[in-house]
C-alpha cells in the first residue's frame, strides 16, 4: 500500500503529510531546547553572586565564531539543494547537499578541537555548573548536527536514486530534511551568544 | 514546471544569497558588541535581540514560514505559548524565594 499524501497536499492540511510532521517534530524540538535553556537561566540567576563563571574563561569565541559562519553556510547550501531540485538540475543538488554534508563534518571538527581543548586543561562537565550546562547544551546540539548529516548523507547518496522515480516526493524529502537542518542552525544562533559572549 | 514557476524559485534564491550576507554581518555585529563590556542586562537584551532577527530570517525565508499554510502557524502559536511557559519557569521561582523569605 502506497503512503497517502506524500506528494499532492492533504485537503484538510493543504499540505504533504510530511511537512507538517516534521513540524510537529520542530515543536517537540522546541521543548527540549526550551526546557535546558530554561535550566541555564535558571541555574545561572540562582547561583550565589560572584560564584558564576562565564563562558569566555574556558571558551574560544574565535573558532565559535567560525563555527557559526561554517553552520550558516551550510543552510544556504541545503535551500539551495532543494531550489536547485526545484528547477530540475540534480547535478547542482547533489553538489550543494554535498557541500552541506561536508559544513556539518567542518563544524564536528572544530567542536571536536573546542571539546579536547577543554578536556586537556581539565574542563570537563562536573569542573563546574557552567561547563556542565555548556556541555549538556552544545553536547545535544552536536548530536543534532550528527543526525542531521546521516539524512544528508543518505539523500546525497543512495537515496538519489528516488529522483529518478518520484523526483516530486524525493524533492519533498529534501525540504523536509532541509526544515530540520535550519532548526539545528536556528538552535546554535542562540547557543553561540548566551554560551560563549555573555 | 511552468516558467513562471521556475522564475519564482529563481527569485528565491536571490533571497537565500541575500539572507546569508544579512546573516553574516550579524554574526559579527553579536560578536563586536560583546567586547564593549556593557551593562549585564544591556548586553543579554543586545545579544538576544540580533539573535532572534537572524533566527526569524531563518524561519521566515530558509524555512519558508513567510508563506506557510495556517496549520503550520497554529502548531507554532501552540509551541510560543508553552515555549513562554518554560522561560517563565526561572522568574516563577525567584518569585516564590521572594515570598517565602
Known amino acids: 500500500m502506497d503512503i497517502p499524501y506524500n506528494v499532492e497536499p492533504r485537503p484538510d492540511t493543504g499540505l504533504y503529510n510530511a511537512k507538517l510532521g516534521i513540524w510537529l517534530f520542530l515543536a517537540s524540538e522546541v521543548m527540549l531546547f526550551g526546557a535546558l535553556f530554561s535550566s541555564y537561566v535558571l541555574l545561572r540567576t540562582g547561583a550565589p553572586a560572584g560564584t558564576w563563571h562565564h563562558g569566555r574563561e574556558f571558551l574560544n569565541v574565535p573558532l565559535a565564531t567560525l563555527n557559526t559562519i561554517i553552520l550558516i553556510a551550510s543552510s544556504v547550501t541545503m535551500v539551495m539543494s532543494w531550489a536547485s531540485l526545484k528547477l530540475n538540475d540534480f547535478k547542482k543538488f547533489r553538489l550543494y547537499l554535498g557541500v552541506t554534508f561536508l559544513c556539518g563534518v567542518g563544524f564536528l571538527a572544530i567542536k571536536a578541537i573546542e571539546y579536547s581543548t577543554k578536556f586537556h586543561h581539565g574542563y570537563f562537565p562536573k569542573s563546574n555548573t557552567f561547563l556542565a550546562i555548556y556541555f549538556t547544551l552544545t553536547g545535544l546540539h552536536v548530536l543534532h548536527v550528527i543526525g542531521g548529516m546521516i539524512v544528508n548523507g543518505y539523500f546525497a547518496g543512495p537515496g538519489a536514486k528516488m529522483w529518478r522515480t518520484e523526483p516530486e516526493r524525493f524533492t519533498n524529502r529534501i525540504e523536509v530534511a532541509g526544515l530540520y537542518w535550519h532548526f539545528v542552525d536556528l538552535v546554535w544562533i542562540f547557543l553561540f551568544p548566551t554560551l560563549y559572549l555573555l | ?101
Do not use: C
Not at chain 2, 532577527?53 to 513567510?66: E, N, P
Not at chain 2, 502548531?75 to 516563577?92: C, D, K, Q, R, Y
Open chain 2, 1 to 101: 514546471m511552468s516558467a513562471s514557476d521556475a522564475e519564482s524559485i529563481r527569485k528565491q534564491t536571490r533571497a537565500y544569497i541575500g539572507v546569508f550576507f544579512a546573516l553574516m554581518v550579524l554574526t559579527v555585529l553579536t560578536v563586536a558588541v560583546s567586547y564593549f563590556h556593557m551593562p549585564v542586562v544591556l548586553a543579554v537584551v543586545v545579544a538576544l535581540a540580533i539573535a532572534s532577527f537572524k533566527g526569524s530570517l531563518v524561519a521566515a525565508v530558509f524555512m519558508h514560514l513567510s508563506h506557510e499554510r495556517k496549520v503550520i502557524y497554529w502548531v507554532l502559536i501552540l509551541t510560543v505559548v508553552f515555549f513562554i511557559v518554560l522561560m517563565a519557569i526561572p522568574s516563577l521561582w525567584q518569585w516564590n524565594l521572594r515570598t517565602v523569605r
